[in-house]
């Protein structure tokens, strides 16, 4: 996958011994799909020649701020317009200085000054350099003026000392830079999500319910949101804040959670049952609080069938690419998979809820995802994670038409 296709760079260099690693960084970000351009300051131009850095990048390299031949191609306003993300790799100690002081003094830094998008620092230099309080104060400058700092990494320097202060690997530097985009897979899409208990009720202070803390179901609107997709959260009772981005439908019991989701469902692309619905609810709840009469006499509650909401939304005709959960407690893939056939779900996934680590309560979770003879486990990490990864998988698999 190009995880930068069309997005432009705008790579900055300055003047350390890291800076010849900023030629295999152009083809790296290049590998990804990305626009690179280079701009460099005059120390880096001591480390890295800029013929080698623009035979790579494809473009003229950036150099002086009042250059009148390259300031006619691309100026420093045009080039602040121009990226999607500055990156300043590597950022020497002096570099970082000037922009937490909000340098405007060469090319660089006032491309920097006058960027509206993300400016991202990798920092390269000494051990003793990065450990010193002046540059600390500056990095918590930058990361107080939403700068993103990668890095730096340990190890042996160039210097011979051994310590923090590496430029991150290449790949790492990569990694995070595509990491800083919104993923957005899921723009323009509807997504439905079902999250948290629900309550059936005895009497007017009495319920059934189950131990769902809606943990997984609003990490996964949190992963939809962030790919770009319109969330609709119905959620039943949960201590938990909505997202912000989520139109949440708050409801109680399982019919009001019915009744949203087939209003909600029909238009959607997307519906993930994520919430603990209750199977069964009280025939009649009693309108009065049930008193005991201290006879001992035992009390009989009757119950019946709630609707099986993801079902219903899955027989829709032409309905949304249904995802469920299999929340079970022995032969998990096995029970998850009949239970996937049975309600004519698109994907499950499914997890084990005797495992205390995971699950409910928890804040972390390890699943198993299955659709059609696919299946894939997700080792133990925390539901925003396991969120996001779920969240791929379904833009992956979401059929031909609805991509
Ligand atoms: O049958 P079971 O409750 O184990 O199925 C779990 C899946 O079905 C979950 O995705 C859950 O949200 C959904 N479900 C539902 N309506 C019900 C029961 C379960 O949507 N009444």
Same mark, same amino acid.
């Given at each position: 996958?190009?995880?930068?296709?069309?997005?432009?760079?705008?790579? $900055?260099?300055?003047?350390?011994?890291?800076?010849?690693?900023?030629?295999?960084?152009?083809?790296?970000? /290049?590998?990804?799909?990305?626009?690179?351009?280079?701009?460099?300051?005059?120390?880096?131009?001591?480390?890295?020649?800029?013929?080698?850095? /623009?035979?790579?990048?494809?473009?003229?390299?950036?150099?002086?701020?009042?250059?009148?031949?390259?300031?006619?191609?691309?100026?420093?306003?045009?080039?602040?317009?121009?990226?999607?993300?500055?990156?300043?790799?590597?950022?020497?100690?002096?570099?970082?200085?000037?922009?937490?002081?909000?340098?405007?003094?060469?090319?660089?830094?006032?491309?920097? +000054?006058?960027?509206?998008?993300?400016?991202?620092?990798?920092?390269?230099?000494?051990? $003793?350099?990065?450990?010193?309080?002046?540059?600390?104060?500056?990095?918590?400058?930058?990361?107080?003026? /939403?700068?993103?700092?990668?890095?730096?990494?340990?190890?042996?320097?160039?210097?011979?000392?051994?310590?923090?202060?590496?430029?991150?690997?290449?790949?790492?530097?990569?990694? +995070?830079?595509?990491?800083?985009?919104?993923?957005?897979?899921?723009? $323009?899409?509807?997504?439905?999500?079902?999250?948290?208990?629900?309550?059936?009720?005895?009497?007017?202070?009495?319920?059934?319910?189950?131990?769902?803390?809606?943990?997984?179901?609003?990490?996964?609107?949190?992963?939809?949101?962030?790919?770009?997709?319109?969330?609709? +959260?119905?959620? $039943?009772?949960?201590?938990?804040?909505?997202?912000?981005?989520?139109?949440?439908?708050?409801?109680?019991?399982?019919?009001?959670?019915?009744?949203?989701?087939?209003?909600?469902?029909?238009?959607?692309?997307?519906?993930?049952?994520?919430?603990?619905?209750?199977?069964?609810?009280?025939?009649?709840?009693?309108?009065?609080?049930?008193?005991?009469?201290?006879?001992?006499?035992?009390?009989?509650?009757?119950?019946?069938?709630?609707?099986?909401?993801?079902?219903?939304?899955?027989?829709?005709?032409?309905?949304?690419?249904?995802?469920?959960?299999?929340?079970?407690?022995?032969?998990?893939?096995?029970?998850?998979?009949?239970?996937?056939?049975?309600?004519?779900?698109?994907?499950?996934?499914?997890?084990?809820?005797?495992?205390?680590?995971?699950?409910?309560?928890?804040?972390?979770?390890?699943?198993?995802?299955?659709?059609?003879?696919?299946? /894939?486990?997700?080792?133990?990490?925390?539901?925003?994670?396991?969120?996001?990864?779920?969240?791929?998988?379904?833009?992956?698999?979401?059929?031909?038409?609805?991509?």
């Amino acid at each position: 996958m190009n995880l930068l296709a069309g997005k432009r760079i705008l790579l $900055g260099v300055t003047g350390g011994i890291a800076a010849y690693k900023s030629a295999e960084l152009i083809r790296r970000l /290049q590998d990804q799909g990305a626009d690179v351009h280079v701009a460099m300051t005059n120390a880096a131009t001591e480390f890295i020649t800029p013929l080698t850095l /623009q035979a790579l990048s494809g473009h003229p390299v950036h150099l002086d701020l009042l250059d009148t031949e390259t300031e006619s191609v691309m100026g420093h306003i045009e080039l602040a317009r121009w990226a999607d993300l500055i990156l300043i790799a590597p950022a020497s100690a002096n570099f970082i200085a000037r922009l937490a002081q909000g340098h405007g003094d060469d090319l660089l830094s006032t491309i920097c +000054l006058a960027a509206q998008c993300q400016v991202a620092v990798a920092p390269a230099m000494n051990q $003793g350099m990065w450990a010193n309080q002046a540059t600390q104060l500056n990095v918590s400058a930058l990361i107080a003026q /939403q700068i993103t700092i990668f890095g730096p990494s340990e190890g042996l320097q160039a210097c011979g000392e051994v310590g923090e202060g590496r430029l991150l690997d290449i790949a790492g530097i990569v990694d +995070l830079t595509a990491a800083t985009f919104p993923n957005e897979r899921l723009r $323009g899409r509807k997504v439905v999500i079902t999250a948290g208990p629900t309550r059936e009720a005895i009497d007017p202070v009495r319920y059934i319910s189950n131990h769902s803390s809606g943990k997984q179901g609003y990490a996964l609107a949190e992963a939809a949101i962030e790919a770009g997709a319109e969330v609709i +959260l119905i959620s $039943g009772p949960t201590s938990l804040t909505p997202p912000e981005r989520a139109r949440l439908i708050p409801v109680t019991s399982a019919r009001e959670m019915h009744t949203a989701a087939m209003q909600e469902a029909t238009d959607a692309d997307i519906f993930i049952g994520v919430a603990a619905v209750a199977d069964f609810r009280p025939i009649e709840a009693s309108d009065q609080k049930i008193k005991k009469d201290n006879t001992g006499e035992r009390l009989t509650l009757t119950l019946e069938e709630n609707p099986d909401i993801i079902a219903a939304v899955a027989g829709l005709n032409d309905g949304p690419y249904t995802v469920g959960f299999a929340a079970e407690t022995s032969h998990v893939i096995d029970h998850a998979r009949r239970k996937l056939t049975r309600k004519k779900l698109n994907m499950i996934i499914a997890n084990d809820v005797m495992d205390q680590n995971i699950g409910f309560n928890s804040d972390q979770n390890e699943t198993t995802i299955i659709w059609g003879s696919q299946e /894939q486990t997700l080792p133990i990490a925390s539901k925003r994670t396991i969120a996001t990864k779920i969240v791929g998988t379904i833009a992956d698999a979401l059929p031909e038409a609805r991509q």
